[in-house]
C-alpha cells in the first residue's frame, strides 16, 4: 500500500532485502499506493496474483475476508518468531487480537503498524493541558474558553467530514451503543437523551466559536498549517498529523496529545486502526509469505516502523516516536475500539451518507438541537 519514497515503503524495502540475504527467497515488491486493493480484486476469483498484500484492516476485511478471499492466519499467529523466543502471538496485545479476524472468527491479519486518535496541541506551548489533560466535558470547555481568551483558535478543522460528532457520541454512549443506535431503522435511538445531550454540548462549542472560522472553509491541508503554526491549539487527528504538519512547525513546536474526555460517565475508550500483513486464499506462494510476516514482526526489523516511520507499532516493547509516547500510553492504559466504531464494517457507506451531512450542517450552525431534543 506504500510508495517506495515513502517512510513504510523504505522500512518494507529494507527488511525484504534482508530477508531475500537471510533465507534466499526473492521478493517480488509492486508498490501499488493506496489502491493496491482495488488493483487486485479483479484478480481474486481467477487465483490472486499476490501471495502477500497489506492495507488497513477495515479495507482487507471489506475486500478479502468478507467475501471469502482470504487465507486463515491461525497458524501464522503460532509461528515463532525468528530469532526470538516468542510467537507471533505474543508480541501482539491481547486487546488487539478480536481485531485480527473476520466475520467467521478467523484471523486475517497480522497488523505492523498502528495508528490511533487524539487531540493534538503543542507541548512546548500548552505544557499544562499536556501534564493534566481535562477530565471532564466542563474542564474540557473551561480549556477552550481560556484558549479562546488568549487569543488563539482553540479548535483547528480541515475536514468536513463528522470526525467531531463522531467521537462526541462515542465518548456519550460508548462504541457499542453507537453501532446499535447506527442499526435502529426507526430512528428511535437518536431521540436517547444522552444522545441529544452530547449533540447539544457539541453545538455549544460550534456557538461559541470554539471551532474558528467557518467549517466550509477548512479544507486540507489548512487546518493542518494553521495548527502547526500556532494559530490553534488543538487538532483532532489520527496519529498521522505530527508527521504530516512538521514541515510547517517552528523547530520549538513539540507535538503531543490528549483524550477528548467522557461525557456523563460515558465511555474512555480509544479507537484504534491496524495497518498489516493478509495473504490471499489462493496465494501460490503462501508459505513463504508467511515466512516474510514472521520475519518482520521481529523487533530488529518492526522498530524501524517506529525510529523511520515514525509509527506506532504493535509491540509494547517498542518505543513510540517521542511525538506518539502519550497516544501510545493512551492505547496501552485503556480500552480500545475499532476506528470510526467499526460503522464502515457493519453498515458500509452508512458514516458517509447518513452521518455526515447532518454532522456537517450542525457543524456549520446550519441546524441546532432545541431543549426539546428536536433538529430544527
Do not use: C
Not at 484558549?147 to 467531531?164: C, E, R, Y
Amino acid at each position: 500500500m506504500w510508495r517506495p519514497t515513502e517512510p513504510q515503503g523504505q522500512v518494507l524495502q529494507s527488511s525484504i532485502d534482508q530477508f531475500t540475504r537471510d533465507t534466499g527467497i526473492t521478493v517480488d515488491v509492486r508498490w501499488q499506493g493506496r489502491r493496491v486493493l482495488d488493483n487486485l480484486a479483479p484478480s481474486l476469483p481467477q487465483g490472486a496474483d499476490a501471495d502477500l498484500v497489506d492495507q488497513s484492516r477495515t479495507k482487507l476485511r471489506t475486500a478479502l475476508a468478507d467475501t471469502g478471499q482470504s487465507a486463515d492466519l491461525t497458524a501464522v499467529l503460532d509461528q515463532p518468531i525468528p530469532g526470538e523466543n516468542k510467537k507471533i502471538s505474543e508480541v501482539i496485545p491481547p486487546k488487539y487480537r478480536p481485531f485480527l479476524n473476520g466475520r467467521d472468527g478467523r484471523p486475517y491479519l497480522i497488523p505492523y503498524e498502528v495508528t490511533g486518535e487524539a487531540l493534538w496541541l503543542d507541548a512546548a506551548r500548552y505544557p499544562d493541558i499536556a501534564a493534566k489533560p481535562p477530565e471532564n466535558w466542563d474542564d474540557f470547555v473551561a480549556v477552550l474558553a481560556r484558549i479562546q481568551a488568549s487569543g488563539v483558535t482553540p479548535i483547528a478543522l480541515d475536514t468536513n467530514k463528522a470526525f467531531w460528532p463522531l467521537l462526541v457520541l462515542q465518548r456519550a454512549l460508548g462504541p457499542q451503543d453507537l453501532v446499535r443506535s447506527a442499526g435502529d431503522r426507526t430512528g428511535e435511538a437518536w431521540n436517547a437523551p444522552a444522545v441529544l445531550d452530547a449533540i447539544d454540548r457539541l453545538e455549544q462549542l460550534v456557538r461559541s466559536g470554539y471551532f474558528g472560522h467557518a467549517y466550509t472553509d477548512a479544507q486540507f491541508p489548512a487546518g493542518q498549517i494553521k495548527w502547526a503554526q500556532g494559530r490553534a491549539a488543538l487538532f483532532l487527528q489520527g496519529s498521522w498529523l505530527p508527521s504530516e504538519a512538521e514541515p510547517y512547525m517552528a523547530p520549538s513546536f513539540r507535538p503531543t496529545s490528549i483524550q477528548l474526555p467522557a461525557i456523563n460517565g460515558g465511555d474512555p475508550v480509544v479507537s484504534v486502526e491496524l495497518f498489516g500483513f493478509a495473504i490471499p486464499r489462493s496465494a501460490k506462494n503462501g508459505a513463504a509469505a508467511q515466512k516474510f510476516i514472521a520475519y518482520f514482526m521481529n523487533r530488529s526489523q518492526l522498530e524501524k516502523i517506529s525510529e523511520r516511520a515514525d509509527n506506532l507499532t504493535p509491540r509494547a516493547d517498542i518505543p513510540a516516536p517521542r511525538q506518539l509516547a502519550s497516544l501510545q500510553s493512551a492505547l496501552s492504559g485503556r480500552e480500545v475500539y475499532p476506528w470510526g466504531s467499526g460503522l464502515d464494517l457493519e453498515y458500509g457507506p452508512w458514516t458517509q451518507e447518513v452521518l455526515d451531512p447532518p454532522a456537517a450542517a450542525l457543524m456549520q450552525g446550519e441546524i441546532s438541537v432545541s431543549s426539546a431534543g428536536r433538529s430544527t
